[in-house]
T-cell receptor, first 115, second 110 residues
Framework: DAGITQSPRYKITETGRQVTLMCHQTWSHSYMFWYRQDLGHGLRLIYYSAAADITDKGEVPDGYVVSRSKTENFPLTLESATRSQTSVYFC??????????????FGPGTRLTVT | GQSLEQPSEVTAVEGAIVQINCTYQTSGFYGLSWYQQHDGGAPTFLSYNALDGLEETGRFSSFLSRSDSYGYLLLQELQMKDSASYFCVCGKGSQGNLIFGKGTKLSVKP
């Protein structure tokens, strides 16, 4: 029962490089989400997806790209990393058929540092 | 715009009761959730209130008043393991678009 996993767990990259953070869930939840967490800001929603091939912007989408070709995967790409994107990134999933869509299950997080 | 206000820090002793308040301002309000996060860990879901009133789950209870744009999380019989950050979270619309408060850091002392 793997649940929801993220990879890598830690990543250091340079300004301007493209970085992809992976998220995989084994529950077949329809909804998936990407958040970033920074000191003083709590968690902020970057993008979310209601189903495969359906994505929508959250509060802070600029500089990020997502795709969802399969229900279980929801990768997040930083097209050209900037220092302001240094953060901890959390992926989450939920299934409104099993409970409220607001009952989200979070992955362990990816700590990204952009130098 | 949307905003949620909650205290930044709360300290209590083991065995006590603590209440963490949350006021919100949001359009398209859909419900109030609470999440717990230990240092270095991931947020975990605690409760969700779609309607006014009290929801109880073991030692934790959550309350919502839509007319007052207010809710709270009540933790009873505090244990050391309850030391964590607690986030009140607004649902905006039905699509799972969540707005997180900045969190309340609870420290439980022996």
């Amino acid at each position: 029962d793997a649940g929801i996993t993220q990879s890598p767990r830690y990543k250091i990259t340079e300004t301007g490089r493209q970085v992809t953070l992976m998220c995989h869930q084994t529950w077949s939840h329809s909804y998936m989400f990407w958040y970033r967490q920074d000191l003083g800001h709590g968690l902020r929603l970057i993008y979310y997806s209601a189903a495969a091939d359906i994505t929508d912007k959250g509060e802070v989408p600029d500089g990020y790209v997502v795709s969802r070709s399969k229900t279980e995967n929801f990768p997040l790409t930083l097209e050209s990393a900037t220092r302001s994107q240094t953060s901890v990134y959390f992926c989450a999933s939920s299934d409104p058929l099993q409970g409220a869509v607001y009952e989200q299950y979070f992955g362990p997080g990816t700590r990204l540092t952009v130098t | 715009g949307q905003s949620l206000e909650q205290p930044s820090e709360v300290t209590a002793v083991e065995g006590a009761i603590v209440q963490i308040n949350c006021t919100y301002q949001t359009s398209g309000f859909y419900g109030l959730s609470w999440y717990q996060q230990h240092d270095g860990g991931a947020p975990t879901f605690l409760s969700y209130n779609a309607l006014d009133g009290l929801e109880e789950t073991g030692r934790f209870s959550s309350f919502l008043s839509r007319s007052d744009s207010y809710g709270y999380l009540l933790l009873q019989e505090l244990q050391m393991k309850d030391s964590a950050s607690y986030f009140c979270v607004c649902g905006k619309g039905s699509q799972g678009n969540l707005i997180f408060g900045k969190g309340t850091k609870l420290s439980v002392k022996p």
